[in-house]
Structure formats: structure tokens, C-alpha cells
């Protein structure tokens, strides 16, 4: 509940922002990737047009993961395979440009963000089941700054209601890629 909270509060901030021509609201689905791992989630975002096709733009994201280790918690011998299951919360801003005002509408973004990442560490009670019994919490949270860019491409389906694809990368401690479909609507 805390995280749509906050995606709500986030929406609904720059949606006060100073009246300007076009506003965008998109809520997309999609998978990050990192060189470790990847996993499943979604991002909200907002754009709000600056000068003709050129957007500020933010958005905020939930993704989440799930790897199998073999870990060796307290260093006295084997332990049985544990799950740890990361979370990660990307923000970013920045400046989206773009390319024709027409149904097929593709844009490129560069963006400065902030990618923050938790981890746990649970039991395995069998192959499908994490316990709720927690054997160590491991709280790996990293908090990086990363850079990035993002290509993608609205296709308008309505006057105010296109679908949208993007794919992303950011440069930072930890480098990742996002690929995101969802629908975007033009307020």
C-alpha cells in the first residue's frame, strides 16, 4: 500500500505543475535487467511538454527478483539452496524528445536517476515455496545514482490513449536495461 501510495503522490505532484500544452501519464509493464540478475515489474511515469516535443519527464518503478544461491550464511559448512529476493525502486528525470506529432510517434529521453535495491534472504521449505521463517536477513539496500537513456515509441490507439514501448539503459554503480510496454494517456 505504501508503494501506491506513493506512485499517487508522484502522479498527482507534477500533474500541479504550471498548466503547459500536453501532459503525459503512462503506466508500463516490463522486466529490468542487471549483469547479475533480472526481474519483473512496473513503472509509472509523467511527462509534461516544455517547448513543442520536448517533455520533462519522470517516473518511478517496483520491480522484483527471484535467483536461487547457494549460500553459505554463517561460515561453518554448507547450507541448503536459499532465495533471495531483491527489490528494486528506479527514479528518474529528465528530457524526452519527440520525433513527429503523428499516430506513430517515437522518442528518445536522457534521463539522471536513482536506483534503490533490497535484499532478503529466506528458508526454502521445498523447490516452490519460500517459508515466512526468515533465516538471516541480509539487508544488501543499495541506494546508486545512475545516468541513462531511453528509446522508445508511442502508437496512438485514440485521440488521447496510445501504447508504449521503451527500452532503457542507465550507467551508474549498477548498469541496467528496462524493457517496458504499457499504455500512456495525453491529458
Partial sequence: MKRFTFLLVTVLF??????????????????????TNSGV?????????IQERFFFSTSVGYFTFDDNHRLNVN???YQPPQRIINEAFPFTFGVKYFFSK??????????????KRNANVYSIVDANEISSR???????TQLTANIGFEFGTLFYLTENLAADINV????????????????????
Fill in 134 to 140: 526468515t533465516i538471516k536477513s541480509i539487508h544488501d
Fill in 168 to 187: 532503457n539503459a542507465s550507467h551508474g554503480t549498477i548498469q541496467t536495461i528496462m524493457l517496458v510496454g504499457g499504455f500512456t494517456y495525453l491529458l
Fill in 41 to 49: 515489474g512496473f513503472q509509472a511515469a509523467y511527462a509534461t511538454e
Fill in 102 to 115: 503523428e499516430k506513430f510517434n517515437p522518442y528518445l529521453s536522457f534521463f539522471w536517476g536513482m536506483l
Fill in 14 to 35: 507534477f500533474q500541479s505543475v504550471p498548466a503547459q500544452d500536453k501532459k503525459l501519464v503512462s503506466l508500463r509493464g516490463g522486466t529490468l535487467a542487471s549483469a
Fill in 75 to 77: 561460515n561453518t559448512g
